[in-house]
């Protein structure tokens, strides 16, 4: 005998089926989600690490400009100082370059014919007054004085004679230019 089965099986594997279909897509869907979800965790985790990254490199760059400015002060301090002893050892070594200039030339005066009355220096110009026995002994002067090493020029600016204690002595005003360097 043959039985015939009146029951829809091919509808009972088609539900099945769909269903299985169904829950694989709805899984699929959830997997997709959560993979969604932990990209997103992951990029936020990324970008908090970036972020807390560039607030430290912040940090270090502005303590890395104090550095630099402070770096900076000093090589501007040290240069100053550097300047500034550089001057102190130029004014050490001409120090005593006016007063051996001054030695050197009251050598010069004979001592007999010439008195100097007053010496005053500005600058390069040297202005020297005094009083001479006579011409004679003015010009001599004027001519060793050319001859001394730190003087450049001498111009006679004025010569008058005048009367002391009875005496006609020879009064003279000298302007000397001096060579640099003294």
């Given amino acids: 005998m043959i039985k015939i ?46 972020e807390a990254q560039e607030k ?3 940090a270090t760059l502005v303590d890395l400009n104090k550095k630099i400015g402070d770096l900076e002060r000093f090589k501007n301090d040290k240069r100053d100082l550097e300047q500034k002893l550089g001057v102190i050892k130029t004014l050490e070594e001409n120090r005593l370059a006016p007063v051996k200039t001054l030695d050197d030339l009251a050598t010069l005066v004979p001592l007999k014919n010439i008195w100097l009355v007053k010496v005053t220096q500005k600058g390069n110009n040297l202005t020297i007054e005094g009083t001479g026995r ?14 001394f090493d730190p003087i450049k020029s001498v111009d006679l ?3 008058k004679k005048t009367e002391v ?17 003294f």
């Fill in 56 to 58: 430290n490199s912040k």
């Fill in 165 to 181: 204690s009875g005496i006609t002595l020879q009064q003279f005003n000298f302007s000397c230019v001096m060579n640099k360097g």
């Fill in 134 to 147: 006579d011409n004679i002994a003015v010009a001599d002067f004027m001519k060793t004085i050319e001859k």
């Fill in 5 to 50: 089965n009146l029951l829809p099986y091919h509808e009972k594997e088609k539900k099945e089926n769909l269903v299985r279909q169904v829950s694989i897509i709805i899984g699929s869907f959830v997997v997709f989600i959560l993979c969604l979800l932990w990209l997103q965790l992951w990029m936020n985790s990324l970008i908090s690490d970036l």
């Fill in 157 to 159: 600016i004025s010569s």
